[in-house]
């Protein structure tokens, strides 16, 4: 089977067009049809995907998957989303794919701020699926991707990060990396690598080059991680400073985990549907001295934790395992199944003996490491979840979810509670200092949860610098009308 290789970029949502606007959007948007003069097929790897992974496909994959619609293999776009099919074999004209493509309905795909598909595009994609939209055949192919800064409108937080001494909290929106003060939620800094440039050539004033997909400070104050498509950073944590830029990676780098000696930095990523990446990185000399490769997931991993002594790595995948790995050599040593869907976070009790996974199934799973058996299944949330971390070295740990809610549990049992929600919507990632004092979640509207880890109460919703937020409307008195005398 052969699947889409995919950058993840937030789609737009679906707004109203009437008068007008309608107008002026048929004379200026609509993408012109072209017919095609041939009949051989049209091959779906060779000419229908390098268009989708570079141009149609940006709004629907990774941790963003707007409108429920997942293009990140062929039979996931097959399926649809939350509109209906978006491919209907044999009936071109009517498939959503199609008339989003051609701009003939709303939301717009690509969005208008990205470099449509032309007409020839447009038309290949029509006539494939007007020939029964056929599945790829034979192997994979590379596909060039056409890496470029994703749209300003992206600003999900898809990583967080708590500095140890509670000081600061950093949030990865869109390529920005934004750095606010721990206690206050005051903007601090943001910070610019000035090597990111645009297609123009010019500074991007960015972190990275494409989405920030996650983050992580170090134990002892030092670094700051940042993860991204094919690349990690390292920043200065004090003064925001680069300091050291890894390349090397597959794709996309979506968990970091630094050891709690803060010497080693586990990286964890891969292409979709293929083979999951994992890496050990020297944080003083950014060499990787470890790349995992014998019985590695065979999918995504998007969890990754160090165990209490730093001798062993659990790492969680879409391959739906939990698995651990000897530090030292690599060496595979257990797997743990039981999940029915993408296995989210990971992490290790602060006495080493049990495991926790957090799981798109919406269950947490809890295990005994030396017996390699599940102790028990937690029903967590109502949507799925989507990250897990300990505080510090206890026996606490603290979940996100689609569902809003931030949550903390105990794996021993007892002392689970809900975290206030504030504004409410789906939240990917937390972060908590080593006291489980400050708590930080980030959701999909742009905004940080920063919690009082004691109380679990909101403290402030950090934002993008310059952005305030709206304050609710009062309604005016109603005026009373004098009474008109009879």
């Known amino acids: 089977m052969r699947y889409l290789l995919i950058l993840p970029i937030l789609g737009l949502a679906v707004l109203p067009m009437r008068g007008e606007e309608e107008k002026r959007h048929k004379k200026e948007q609509i993408i012109p049809e072209v017919k095609l003069d041939r009949k051989t097929p049209v091959s779906f790897e060779k000419e229908v995907e390098p268009i989708l992974v570079n141009k149609c496909a940006f709004c629907h994959s990774g941790q963003i998957k707007e409108g429920k619609f997942d293009l990140t293999s062929y039979d996931t776009m097959m399926r649809g989303g939350k509109r209906g099919p978006a491919v209907i074999p044999g009936k071109g004209a009517e498939s959503l794919l199609f008339k989003l493509s051609k701009k003939e309905i709303r939301p717009y795909m690509p969005p208008k701020s990205e470099e449509p598909v032309t007409a020839q595009e447009l038309a290949l994609i029509k006539l494939w699926i007007d020939q029964g939209a056929k599945p790829p055949t034979g192997s994979r192919e590379t596909i060039k991707v056409v890496l470029k800064a994703p749209p300003t409108i992206v600003t999900p937080v898809l990583g967080v990060a708590v500095s140890a001494d509670k000081s600061a909290v ?17 903007h601090i800094r943001s910070l610019n690598d000035p090597a990111v440039v645009g297609a123009d050539k010019k500074p991007l004033n960015a972190a990275h080059l494409s989405l920030v997909e996650s983050l ?111 530090v030292a050599s690599g060496k595979f040593l257990k797997s743990f199944e039981g999940h029915t869907h993408h296995v989210m976070g990971v992490g290790w009790s602060g006495d080493g003996k049990l495991l926790a996974s957090a799981g798109a199934d919406n269950v947490v799973k809890i295990w005994d490491y030396e017996k390699g058996e599940q102790v028990r299944t937690i029903n967590a949330a109502t949507k799925q979840l989507t990250s897990l971390v300990f505080v510090g070295k206890k026996n606490d740990f603290l979940t996100t979810s689609g569902d809003n809610q931030a949550r903390m549990w105990s794996i021993t049992g007892g002392n689970n509670r809900n975290f206030t929600s504030e504004g409410g919507d789906f939240l990917y990632c937390i972060a908590t200092s080593p006291d489980g004092a400050v708590v930080a979640a980030g959701a999909q509207d742009g905004g940080v949860r920063l919690f009082n880890g004691a109380t679990g109460a909101v403290i402030k919703t950090l934002l993008p610098p310059g952005v305030l937020k709206a304050e609710p409307k009062k309604e005016e008195p109603k005026k009373m009308e004098p009474k008109k005398k009879k």
């Open 170 to 186: 950093a949030a990865g929106r869109g390529n920005q990396i934004h750095v606010y003060d721990g206690a206050k939620g005051d």
């Open 216 to 326: 992580v400070y170090s134990p002892d104050g030092k670094w700051l991680a940042s993860g991204s498509y094919q690349e990690v950073k390292l920043w200065d944590a004090k003064t925001g400073e680069l300091r050291k830029t890894i390349t090397g990676f597959a794709e996309r780098v979506v968990t970091l985990a630094f050891s709690n000696n803060s010497k080693l930095l586990a990286c964890g990523g891969g292409a979709p549907t293929q083979e999951g990446e994992l890496k050990l990185i020297d944080a003083e000399s950014g060499k990787v001295v470890q790349d995992i490769k014998t019985n590695v997931h065979s999918d995504t991993v998007f969890g990754v934790a160090f165990s209490p002594d730093d001798k062993s790595i659990v790492s969680g995948g879409a391959d739906k395992f939990v698995k651990t790995f000897d």
